[in-house]
């Protein structure tokens, strides 16, 4: 089923995650609105997520991704730099957050993207959702503020630097 795009007030999230508090939901719409804040004005600060509820899918190859922010700082001549932050269902079935830097590859063999410097936090029973969201969305808001460019996430992973032809 498709994403839909919204600005984080008009994601559904009571109807995604009947599981979570008001109180929980509170604390996600805080730090939504800190990571919205974090953007590039010229970002049009939306979110992805998909019609839910969020209901626990059966067993699958990939991940299935609920909730999302994705901002693409800099795209161009083939190449990205992207952050993003995800709830999303493992292909074990775990509910789970991840904040990861999404560059362009530029190895030898081509891998189209690298993930780099992700933080993964799987919801359980010390871990809410809530909790798992802000430990992920505050990683984002600083990757934003201070965002670098492609080749210095590639050489923080050791991965080569973008070819100029
Ligand atoms: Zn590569």
């Known amino acids: ?10 994601v ?10 008001s109180a929980d939901l509170e604390a996600m ?25 969020a209901l626990r899918p059966g067993p699958q190859p990939g991940v299935v991704v609920v909730l999302m922010a994705d901002v693409i700082v800099h795209a ?4 990205q730099l992207e952050f993003w932050v995800q ?4 292909d074990q079935g775990q509910l789970a957050v991840n904040a990861a ?13 690298h993930d780099i410097d992700e933080l993964t936090r799987v919801v359980d029973e010390e871990t809410s959702l ?3 969201f802000e ?9 934003l503020v201070d965002p670098h460019d492609a080749d210095y996430w590639r050489n923080r992973a050791a991965l080569p630097p973008r070819r100029t032809l």
């Open 130 to 132: 809530a909790q798992a």
């Open 12 to 21: 559904p999230l009571a109807a995604l995650f009947p599981q979570l508090t």
């Open 87 to 90: 709830v999303f269902w493992t």
């Open 29 to 53: 719409r805080v730090v939504a609105d800190a990571v919205d804040a974090a953007r590039a004005k010229e970002d049009v600060p939306q979110w992805e997520w998909a019609p839910g509820p």
């Open 101 to 113: 830097v999404n560059v362009a590859c530029w190895c030898e063999t081509d891998h189209a993207t």
């Open 135 to 143: 430990a992920g969305s505050e990683r984002l808001i600083g990757w």
């Open 1 to 10: 089923m498709p994403m839909s795009r919204d600005p984080f007030d008009d």
């Open 76 to 79: 161009d001549g083939g190449d």
